[in-house]
């Protein structure tokens, strides 16, 4: 009796222990709150897309357009035959060649170092 009444104490409210299986009175519960909250989420989705409203035809948003502006654009452009030489030839070829060397050689010390890394920490190489 006082066994029975030991065990029953400890179920009370702590759930179930362990090496036991799931009371019968438990799994419908579970089931309806799992239901319940597929049922929470998909109202909540539906609320969401159906509460966002359509803009409103009293403000409606500014359109700026080049054709409306297209004299102040043109006068803040570089007369023609202006050299704009960011990306265009003439290169330098020793400033060219140093930064392929560069970026070729980073690269491989990346993937090199990173693969010796590797093997020395799975026990390939010691």
């Known amino acids: 009796l006082e066994l029975k009444l030991a065990t029953a104490c400890k179920n009370n409210f702590r759930g179930i222990i362990v090496g036991t ?3 019968h009175t438990i799994q419908p519960i579970r089931n309806e709150h799992r239901r319940t909250m597929i049922a929470n989420a998909a109202l909540r989705n ?3 897309a159906s509460s966002r409203r359509p803009m409103s035809s009293a403000a409606q948003p500014k ?3 080049a054709k409306d502006v297209w004299s102040e654009i043109k006068a803040t452009r570089p007369p023609e ?4 030489t ?3 030839p003439p290169f330098s070829p020793p400033v060219v060649g140093a930064a392929t060397v560069a970026v070729v050689g980073v690269g491989y010390g ?4 990173g693969m010796r890394h ?3 920490k799975q026990g390939y190489w010691k």
């Open 21 to 23: 299986t799931i009371p």
């Open 46 to 48: 539906a609320a969401r």
């Open 63 to 65: 359109m700026h357009k």
């Open 81 to 84: 035959g202006h050299p704009h």
């Open 86 to 88: 960011v990306f265009e």
């Open 110 to 113: 990346l993937m090199y170092f």
């Open 118 to 120: 590797q093997q020395y």
